[in-house]
Structure formats: C-alpha cells, structure tokens
C-alpha cells in the first residue's frame, strides 16, 4: 500500500521555465508535508516542507502547494536551472506513520540549458 | 552546526560476508536516527530507527540489523550478506519523531557480489 504516490518518474523542462513536481497521498491523517532533492551518489538534501495547517510556503525559487481535499501536493521551481536537476522526493508524516518519514519513489527533473 | 557522517562510502563485499556500516551524528544530543535503503529505481525504504541508546526499531523484516551503542552512533549490520542487499544506504537524523524534518547523511554504496 503506496501511501505517498509520485506518479511521473520523470519530468523535463527547459531552463528558464517552471517545473512543476506533482505528489498524491492517501492517508488522510499526514500533517506535515517534506520535499528532498537528491543527486546521484548524494544523501538526500532538505528543501521545503509545508504544514498540513497551510496551503502554500514559499522559499525563494521553491513553492509548496498543498490541497487536502484533493490529497495532492506540489512543488513549483521558478525559473528552473540546469543545477535543479535530480531526483525530487516527496514525503508525509503524521498518524499511523507513527512518526516516520513516508516517502514517495521520486521524479527525476531534468533541466536543460 | 549540526553535521552527520556515514563510511565507508562506497563498499564492495561478497555474499555471505559480514558488514557494518557507521553512521556518526556531531552538534546534537538524543537525535532520533534512522536508517533508509535506496534501491535502484525505488524510493527510500526505512529499515530501522532508533529514539535513543540501545533502542531499535526495524521496520521491514530482513537480512540486516542495527545498534545504538552510543548517543550519536548508529551502526548497521549483517552477519551474512544477500546479493539482494545491495543498494545505497542512507542514516539520517532529526531532532524529534512525528514532527518535521529529518537530515541525511552521504550514504553509502554497497554493492554485494
């Protein structure tokens, strides 16, 4: 059971353009929504994460959007740049995870000069 | 600052033999500390965590375990390697569970021949 659905492996973008990174979940009880970028060979890097409290959180080229009703949450990168290409993890705790981090199978955003 | 440290980087081993893997976190005290696995094309797959000294969860049954010997030293092991535990191996740290943000190491490549 795949409570946090990345649906696209992959997804290209020309630099300069938005990026839009799309995550659906399915327990209604998450609180407290995290995205990660990761590069290959590289632990996982903290980027914005959003309380199920709010619907949008902004952090300079980086917005999160969450819709509850829906179970979706996004993640916006404007403009995009050749050095935000890597994988983008989205992940979601709260309730049943009993505290644990429960992550999606991630996107790999390329972005093309 | 906070800095967590994993070795060895990468690691090759053949089946059957033992591993251990060392995860140090500096410039925090009682960190909760977690281990993931990354295999290829999948997401990050927690396997134990770990709310203090000689306290371990495991969260998928397996081939491998964990220790806590001390507060900021989290090891993980086998007495017998699979070929299936190859994969990326990432700890990771957080200042409490069911709230925010975890932060992760490195990591480390093993690969199991």
């Known amino acids: 059971d795949q409570q946090v659905k990345q649906n696209s492996p992959s997804l290209s973008v020309q630099e300069g353009r938005i990026s839009i990174l799309n995550c659906d979940y399915t327990?209604?009880?998450?609180?407290?929504f995290l995205w990660y970028k990761k590069y290959p060979a590289e632990g996982p890097t903290f980027l914005i994460s959003?309380?199920?409290?709010?619907d949008k959180n902004e952090d300079g080229r980086f917005t999160v959007f969450l819709n509850k009703s829906a179970k979706h949450l996004s993640l916006h990168i404007v403009p995009s740049q050749p050095g935000d290409s890597a994988v983008y993890f989205c992940?979601?705790?709260?309730?049943?995870?009993?505290?644990?981090?429960?992550f999606g199978k991630g996107t790999k955003l390329s972005v093309k000069p | 600052s906070q800095t967590i440290h994993q070795w060895p980087a990468t690691l090759v081993q053949p089946v059957g033999s033992p591993l251990s893997l060392e995860c140090t976190v500096e410039?925090?005290?009682?960190?909760?500390l977690y281990w993931y696995r990354q295999a290829a094309g999948r997401g990050l797959q927690l396997l134990f965590y770990?709310?203090?000294?000689?306290?371990i969860s495991s969260e998928v049954p397996q081939n491998l375990s964990a220790s806590r010997p001390q507060d900021r030293q989290f090891i993980l092991s086998s007495k017998k390697l699979l070929l299936s535990d190859s994969g990326f191996y990432l700890c990771?740290?957080?200042?409490?569970?069911?709230?925010?943000?975890?932060?992760f190491g490195p990591g480390t490549r093993l690969l199991v021949l």
């Open positions: 410039g925090t005290s009682n960190p909760n």
């Open positions: 770990s709310v203090g000294i000689g306290q």
């Open positions: 992940a979601a705790i709260g309730g049943r995870s009993q505290g644990n981090l429960i």
């Open positions: 959003i309380s199920s409290i709010k």
């Open positions: 990771a740290w957080s200042v409490s569970r069911g709230v925010g943000t975890q932060y």
């Open positions: 327990n209604s009880m998450f609180d407290y």
